[in-house]
């Protein structure tokens, strides 16, 4: 049984590319990360990736359904340039969610420590869309320019199978026609 693309998850790991899962923060907050990360570290540039967003809906009971508040959550993906050793990367990675005082961000990097690697998701997923580039700031010619080539390379891989698949699902239909075409081609050989 073949696996549907949807389903697959493609993203970038590396041991030397400083990389961070900033969710459920504000952008200000991301960037403001991105910029405290970069001074302190010498990082040289770095680009912030949205890499998707929840809407949130309050409302008041017996109010008929009105909306009394709504809230968007959003989730970034911090790439920087400069490359780094494996105990610098961790160490970064570490100083970046304690800065953030984010549960979510502290957990995912004793995720990546765990997989001896940092990984950030460059594909949709589910109905999360592919991350966009937000914000760049400073050099992108050493890791952010590894990270963009995979990107590219991931993007076109995908276009190439999805457009694969749909000429798959689109011949299913006559797969009985084509089995009986082969079978008949094979025939007329003999």
Sequence with gaps: MATSLSN?????????????DL????????????????????????????SSKKEYVA?????????????????????FDRPV???DNVAI????ALESKSESLKLWVRMQCIKKSSTVRLSPKGSKPMPRIVYHIGSQNQQIKKFLETRRFIL???R?????ESVESNSLKGNQTDKIDKATSEANKK
């Excluded at 968007?72 to 993906?77: A, P, Q, W």
């Design 85 to 87: 050793s494996w105990i």
């Design 156 to 158: 076109d891989s995908l």
């Design 59 to 79: 409302k008041k009971k017996g109010s008929r359904g009105k909306v009394t508040y709504r809230y968007t959550e959003r989730n970034y993906l911090a790439v």
């Design 160 to 164: 190439r199978m999805r457009k694969k």
């Design 8 to 20: 697959v998850v493609w993203g970038n790991f590396s041991i030397e590319t400083v990389q961070a």
């Design 23 to 50: 969710d459920m923060m504000s952008k200000e907050k991301a960037i403001y990360l991105l910029h405290r990360a970069l001074n302190w570290f010498d990082l040289g540039g770095a680009i912030l990736l949205e």
């Design 93 to 96: 990675m570490n100083w970046i």
